[in-house]
């Protein structure tokens, strides 16, 4: 079984589409989180949610909204997709209190076109 | 906030050889250092970690040594392997929200 497991894998659409990326992990950690992988291989944090609230929101574009139904889901959507997003984002989960390593997601490879 | 510095961004050696990554960080009060592999089109994942009442950890072929001092740590690979081949994180964190910030990434080569 996926630890963490993210839909869709490929990703490419136009620009101004509204698009959503999902997230399910099945380790029973109670953080989750995304983060953007550019070009350049760079990894940086867009959000964290712990037990389904809010704990990091970086300055990232309205445009991004993250959703947690419940802890073992945190979904993405972004809203009017722009070039500047293609990127692979990641999701990861861990336990926060233990300050534990993260268990990565596969990741999704957005293509904006 | 943090800032961690890795070196080099690109690193080829002869299978059989060592390899060492460095990174420096920013913070003193950042305490936790994982490294990650990744592997192309996967995402990164943890090898080996380290935590800052510990000087040195050693896994099998690969270890990791953190001078607090300095405010640097290190990745070691003994015995590369072409399987080694893949791009290495570096992280720091503290206890905020275990949020972590990356190196920018170390491209392993290793030439059979």
């Known amino acids: 079984d996926t630890a963490v497991s993210q839909t869709p894998k490929y990703l490419v659409t136009q620009m101004g589409n509204d698009k959503s990326i999902k997230c399910e992990q099945n380790?029973?950690?109670?953080?989750m989180y995304w983060y953007k992988q550019d070009s350049k291989k760079f990894l940086k944090i867009m959000f964290s949610?712990?037990?389904?609230?809010?704990?990091i929101n970086e300055t990232v574009p309205n445009r991004f909204s993250p959703k947690s139904p419940d802890k073992a889901h945190l979904n993405l959507h972004i809203n009017s997709l722009e070039l500047g997003d293609s990127a692979v984002y990641f999701c990861?989960?861990?336990?926060?209190?233990?300050?534990?390593?993260?268990?990565f997601g596969s990741g999704t490879r957005l293509t904006v076109v | 906030g943090e800032n961690v510095e890795q070196h080099p961004s690109t690193l080829s050696v002869q299978e059989g050889d060592s390899a060492v990554i460095k990174c420096t960080y920013s913070?003193?009060?950042?305490?936790?250092f994982p490294w990650y592999k990744q592997e192309l089109g996967k995402g990164p994942q943890l090898i080996i970690d380290?935590?800052?009442?510990?000087g040195e950890k050693k896994d099998q072929r690969i270890a990791v040594t953190l001078n607090k001092t300095a405010k640097h740590f290190s990745l070691h690979i003994t015995e590369t392997q072409p399987e080694d081949s893949a791009v290495y994180f570096c992280?720091?964190?503290?206890?905020?929200?275990?949020?972590?910030?990356f190196g920018s990434g170390t491209k392993l080569n290793v030439k059979p």
């Open positions: 949610y712990n037990n389904k609230e809010l704990i």
């Open positions: 992280a720091a964190s503290k206890n905020n929200f275990n949020k972590f910030y």
């Open positions: 990861a989960s861990s336990h926060r209190d233990r300050m534990s390593s993260y268990t």
């Open positions: 380790l029973g950690h109670d953080t």
């Open positions: 913070d003193s009060a950042s305490n936790y």
């Open positions: 380290i935590r800052s009442n510990v």
